[in-house]
């Protein structure tokens, strides 16, 4: 009898040095991890991209694949369609807000539909006085976004990725004006604030073949997406 006693105390102390060691390295498993949050409309989600991975979805592996002392887990909480109003309202449900103050990084990508849906969902034709008007509601919710972010966490940094033209084999000077016009306006947000980087979009298409790095009018495929991924590697230092 005395035996099985013996026996029963050492299974559970197995037992239990088994839960501690499992528990205490979950925890430091967690604390090593490098968390990062992306934010934003189609471009964030991944949309035309076959592989259902986008630029987050590569960024993430090409990420972890050369940081091989750390491990970055990556939420991409982008919604197809989305407008600037529309994360501000985003940044307000509990479900989303609970792990921002847990994040390491945020990325940015909104107001791509803010623009396009400015002027009735389209470039033709262009109308000046309502993508004008646009911009003015835009920056003020983007200052809003970011503000969001910092008091929900201030030590994270904030990348901001710019707009780029989605006809860039083309003749469509008028739309590059456009396009160029708020990202200047980006910059000069991104300047005033800080712990928040702006990357630039908008040269990595220019003279590429829209067949080639695009799925639809709007939204580059994994060649594409591959382009913007590389561009976030080379201007922030994970």
Do not use: C
Request: charged letters at 30%; glycine letters at 8%; zero cysteines.
């Amino acid at each position: 009898m005395k035996v099985w006693k013996m026996v029963g105390v050492l299974v559970v102390v197995v037992l239990l040095a088994g839960a501690y060691y499992l528990f205490f390295t979950d925890k430091k498993e967690a604390a090593d991890k490098k968390y990062v949050v992306a934010l934003g409309d189609s471009l964030v989600y991944g949309k035309g991209d076959k592989e259902n991975s986008g630029y987050i979805g590569r960024l993430e592996d090409k990420v972890n694949k050369e940081k091989t002392d750390e491990t970055y887990s990556f939420e991409n909480l982008g919604i197809p369609g989305q407008k600037s109003n529309q994360l501000q309202k985003q940044l307000m449900k509990p479900d989303v807000t609970k792990d921002l103050p847990d994040a390491d990084l945020f990325i940015i990508n909104i107001g791509t539909n803010d623009l396009i849906k400015s002027n009735g969902g389209d470039f033709k034709p262009l109308h000046d006085d309502k993508i004008v008007e646009a911009k003015e509601e835009y920056l003020d919710n983007l200052d809003e976004i970011i503000d969001t972010l910092h008091t929900l966490n201030e030590d994270a940094p904030i990348l901001v990725i710019g707009l780029y033209n989605p006809y860039p084999d083309r003749e469509s000077d008028k739309i590059e004006a456009y396009v160029d016009d708020w990202n200047e306006t980006i910059i000069k947000e991104v300047k005033k604030q800080e712990n928040v980087k702006y990357v630039s979009s908008n040269p990595l298409f220019k003279g590429k073949s829209k067949g080639e790095y695009f799925s639809d009018s709007l939204h580059p495929n994994g060649k594409g997406y591959d382009l913007i991924a590389d561009q976030i590697m080379d201007s922030y230092n994970f």
